[in-house]
């Protein structure tokens, strides 16, 4: 639907104007960023979608990259499955209680911020906006979004094992484990393991609003990891303006109406400074 689908790529934007690009890239840039706006005013209903990149800015690693000093020599299947936590408890709650803690040390950056604003932008003019993430570290939520829909649950919520009741735990580290809620139930992270399917309430509705959307974004994602990159196959199914920011490559930077390969929170805010 969109008029280019090039992948245009460049170090950072700032407000209006991309710099540390070629001039033919800046020129080319902004003009995409026009035409971005203009498909967002003409929108009823957006849908973003992020991922791991969305988050990096704030200094958030990756699942992956999480596996480090003590818990190196760890596989993620030893740590992230529901036979891991049966087996070990003890192990598998430090190690997510280590992550709670990163995660509640790091703030949210500018594509956080400039996420929410288009929330309240869309929200304030009749229109409807859809936080889709697959992030699990809440930094939506504390950069002020609202109408968010966790994929993969939260770090920052933990639920009991038998009773399945969330609860928050203190900010302070918990040096006991596995943790237990002041009831004595264990508790473990109310994520979404491997082998587990995603909560079915949240992705039902992930699913209904990315077949309803005009334009949808995503945002620092790999477009690997299934079913949440199945989404994108369902907004260009759709016809929605499909927007892809990230700085790498990914299986539908070809397939997208807008690709550009720049850092999300200047890129977002590019677009934000046009509405």
């Known amino acids: 639907m969109g008029s280019s689908r090039s992948r245009l790529e460049g170090e950072e934007l700032h407000g209006n104007s991309p710099t540390l690009l ?7 840039v902004n003009k995409q960023l026009d035409q971005i706006a203009e498909h967002f005013r003409d929108a009823r209903r957006i849908v973003a979608l992020t991922g791991a990149g969305a988050s990096a800015e704030s200094g958030i690693p990756t699942f992956r990259d999480a596996l480090t000093g003590l818990w190196a020599r760890f596989r ?6 529901p036979e891991a936590f049966a087996a070990h408890p003890d192990r598998v709650t430090q190690w ?14 500018q594509g956080h911020s400039v ?5 309240e932008w869309a929200e304030s003019s009749g229109r409807h906006f859809s936080m ?3 992030n699990v ?3 939506h939520q504390r950069a ?7 994929l993969h649950g939260s770090l920052l919520r933990w639920r009991g094992c038998e009773s399945g009741n969330t609860v928050q735990l203190p900010k302070k580290a918990q040096t006991e484990f596995p943790i237990r809620s002041v009831s004595g139930e264990m508790l473990r992270p109310d994520v979404v393991w491997f082998g587990e399917a995603l909560p079915e309430t949240v992705f039902s509705a992930a699913l209904q609003a990315t077949a309803q959307a005009d334009v949808f974004l995503t945002i620092g994602t790999s477009s690997v990891v299934y079913p949440a990159a199945g989404l994108i196959d369902i907004a260009l199914e759709a016809g ?18 807008h690709a550009l390969a720049l850092s999300s929170g200047r890129c977002l805010q590019g677009i934000f400074d046009r509405l």
């Open 137 to 139: 570290d809440g930094l």
């Open 144 to 150: 002020g979004s609202r109408n968010v829909l966790e």
């Open 76 to 81: 993620p299947e030893e740590l992230a499955t």
């Open 22 to 28: 070629p001039r033919d890239h800046l020129s080319e």
């Open 96 to 109: 997510y209680e280590s992550r709670r803690q990163g995660v509640l040390a790091c703030q949210p950056n």
């Open 240 to 257: 929605a303006v499909t927007i892809e920011i990230n700085p790498e490559e990914t299986p539908f930077s070809g397939r997208v109406d």
């Open 115 to 119: 996420l929410a604003a288009m929330e």
């Open 132 to 134: 889709v993430t697959q």
